[in-house]
Structure formats: C-alpha cells, structure tokens
C-alpha cells in the first residue's frame, strides 16, 4: 500500500478505537473499575504523554485524536476506583519517577497529571464513600517522606501544591474526623503530613470562628 494510505488506514484505526473504548467506558463503568493498578498507570501514562507531546499540539488533522483521548483520561478519573487513580498519579509525581521504556518524565506531562488530580481533589465529595481515606493519607505521606518540604524551601513545587490542595478537600469533607484516617501512618515519629493536617485544620477552624 502507498505510504498515504497507510497513513489514513492507521488514522481510522486509531479513531475507533478511541472512540469504542470511550463506549465500552461509559456504558459499563465497572470496567474501568476492574483495570488493576498497572495496567490502568500504563495506560494514563500513554494517554497523557501523547496529549502532552508538544509535536502534536495544533495538528488540525489530529484534534479528534486529542479530543479521544481526552476523553478516556476524563473516563478513568470518573470510573476507576478513585484510590487506584491516586496512587498512579501521585507516583508519576516523584522526581526521577520510573516511567515505562526508560522515558523521563517532561514538564508537559507533569503539568497533565497535576490536572488529573486537580480534577479528582475537585471531585472528591462525589466519590468519598468510595474512597480509603487511610490509603489517599499513606500515600501522601509517602511522597513527603521522598520530598520534604524543607528540600525545596525558596523555590517552586508544584506537585507539593497540589497535594496541600488534596489534603484540604479532605479535610472540607471530614473535619477532625480526619484524625482517624492516620491508621497507616507511624504517627509517633511526628511526619509532615501530620503537622500539614494540623495546619489545615487550624486554617479551616479560624475561617469558621471568623
């Protein structure tokens, strides 16, 4: 086949089958729920390099590409089960983060899984009774024993934005209850998620004496 056609051929090919499994995702959720953890961190991690790839950003021919995929990440965020979205995002945070074919992570791409969970923290009251807050809290406390904040006083963090914004939406919902979600985490040695959780809960307690 000329190489043109081939081309198209493979274009078509790629549009059904975004398209079909934007369907399968939206017509039968539970199969997004039943993805396990590393096919569903494969498969955000393809998404979201492909829409982040600066070489098919304003490629007219390619916007119902983009908009397909597109499409599938907003399924995964909405479908999956929300625990397992969290760990697979916040892991992409870490510095160095082991990405599949020895790829590196670029800013692009961390500035999509910043949105990803920009979305879920936005969304957490829809799904809280899905949710192990006692994991979410883990691995948040996990990513600040890898990234303290001291580490990057005076400069810009943003995936440690981010996760202040999480842990504030949890606290929104649960209040001082939250104090009962530390059950994964050795409270006794004092970590930073302990003092950031102390924190929020002084700030939201001034807002409503005020």
Do not use: W
Not at 15 to 22: E, I, P, Q, R
Not at 134 to 147: E, K, R
């Amino acid at each position: 086949l000329p190489h043109g056609v081939r081309e198209e051929a493979g274009f078509r090919v790629v549009k059904h089958s975004l398209h079909a499994a934007h369907q399968l995702f939206t017509s039968l959720p539970d199969v997004v729920g039943s993805i396990s953890d590393q096919m569903l961190g494969q498969l955000l991690e393809e998404l979201l390099f492909r829409l982040h790839d600066p070489l098919l950003q304003g490629n007219e021919e390619l916007e119902v590409l983009m908009k397909g995929m597109n499409e599938l990440v907003m399924d995964i965020l909405h479908f999956a089960r929300p625990n397992h979205v969290f760990t697979v995002l916040i892991r992409f945070l870490y510095e160095g983060a082991p990405l599949s074919g020895g790829r590196e992570p670029s800013a692009e791409f961390v500035d999509g899984v910043l949105r990803c969970l920009l979305e879920m923290a936005r969304r957490m009251h829809s799904f809280v009774g899905a949710l192990d807050i006692d994991v979410l809290l883990y691995d948040a406390h996990m990513f600040l024993v890898a990234h303290p904040p001291s580490k990057y006083r005076g400069r810009e963090f943003r995936p440690l934005r981010l996760l202040k914004t999480i842990l504030n939406e949890l606290v929104k919902i649960k209040g001082e209850g939250i104090r009962t979600h530390l059950s994964l985490i050795p409270t006794e040695t004092k970590p930073t998620i302990c003092s950031y959780l102390d924190l929020v809960l002084q700030q939201h307690a001034g807002t409503r004496g005020g």
